[in-house]
């Protein structure tokens, strides 16, 4: 443990002392991935499809918050869809009008979590991000995973009525906007996922010995148990060794995030209590764990003066000895 203490207090120091050269890195990295990952899933106009526009739109997303990250995002996406359908466009520009009007009233600082969940499921490693949000937010977490879920189905939705429908008239809207409300696994996602930040939230805020771990372990452990439940009454086509180890890996990625942000010593904990004019206190103090990152420091030293030194030793021996 104090090895890893040590590691996360070298990568702490490390970003910051390099925060002005990683942050628009990070932003960088974040850009690229959404407009590649557009491309990849609705690649539809060959002008937008291409690897230096996604480069080109990866470096202006250096100087954009995530709020119009989230809103250039969703332009990026209805002009791929315009090129398919006109109609089809506006309507789904106008759902993600409301999803991101409703994300700017209850959640305007977490724009790269609705990023993540479209981004994350085809990867399989979603199902940590219900968990991340319980542990960093209220219940008002319900918000970005539904819009998240929501994307990612809308989007599923367009990729499979545009490549199997052969009409190409203004009626392809309804068959998208059709494959989307019935689709009983993006509400099935949307209770489960909601449920298990919910269950994290109230865990962590427990007054146990290692709330946190206890949550994050309970959130994996329920979101798996759901999921294959309602694979089995959806009869939802879910490949459960993918499954299984996506899941494993989101609870490290979560657990090695929750350790780098804050990491309590339980065995430190004091119980005080204390009163004022008008209340009488109970105070449950948990410190946390912080240590040193040795140092190192390089002293250089003359070969002459060293050399005199060593001399002048072996002088002063001689002379103790006659």
């Not at 490290?252 to 119980?271: K, Q, R, T």
Request: proline letters at 3%.
């Amino acid at each position: 443990m104090t090895q890893l203490l040590v590691l996360r207090e070298h990568i702490q120091k490390f970003y910051q002392r390099y925060a002005l050269f990683l942050t628009p890195l990070f932003r960088f990295v974040i850009g690229f991935i959404t407009f590649s990952s557009v491309n990849r899933i609705i690649g539809y106009n060959p002008a937008l499809h291409q690897f230096y526009v996604e480069l080109l739109l990866a470096l202006v997303s250096v100087l954009m918050p995530g709020s119009i990250l989230l809103f250039f995002g969703a332009v990026f996406v209805c002009v791929h869809i315009f090129y398919v359908s006109q109609i089809l466009a506006l309507v789904v520009a106008a759902i993600f009008a409301i999803i991101y009007f409703a994300y700017i009233k209850f959640v305007p600082k977490y724009a790269y979590a609705i990023f993540a969940i479209p981004i994350a499921f085809p990867l399989h490693l979603v199902y940590g991000i219900p968990v991340l949000l319980g542990l960093m937010l209220s219940p008002v977490a319900i918000v970005p995973i539904i819009c998240g879920v929501g994307i990612y189905y809308l989007l599923q939705a367009v990729t499979y009525v545009v490549s199997t429908s052969t009409d190409t008239s203004i009626n392809i809207y309804h068959a998208v906007l059709k494959q989307f409300f019935d689709s009983k696994e993006m509400y099935a996602m949307i209770i489960i996922f909601s449920f298990v930040a919910v269950l994290v939230y109230i865990l962590r805020n427990r007054e146990w010995n290692y709330s946190f771990e206890i949550a994050i372990v309970a959130g994996i452990v329920s979101n798996d148990i759901l999921l294959l439940l309602v694979k089995y009454l959806l009869d939802i086509n879910i490949n459960v060794g993918l499954f299984f180890v996506g899941s494993i890996f989101s609870g490290a990625f979560v657990w090695i995030l929750h350790f780098m942000h804050l990491a309590l010593n339980y065995a430190g904990v004091e119980n005080l209590q204390f009163e004022d004019e008008e209340y009488y206190y109970y105070v449950r103090a948990v410190p946390k764990m912080n240590v040193a990152a040795p140092s190192k420091h390089v002293k250089k030293i003359n070969a002459r003066h060293f050399s005199e030194h060593m001399q002048g030793m072996k002088d002063g021996k001689e002379t103790v000895q006659k």
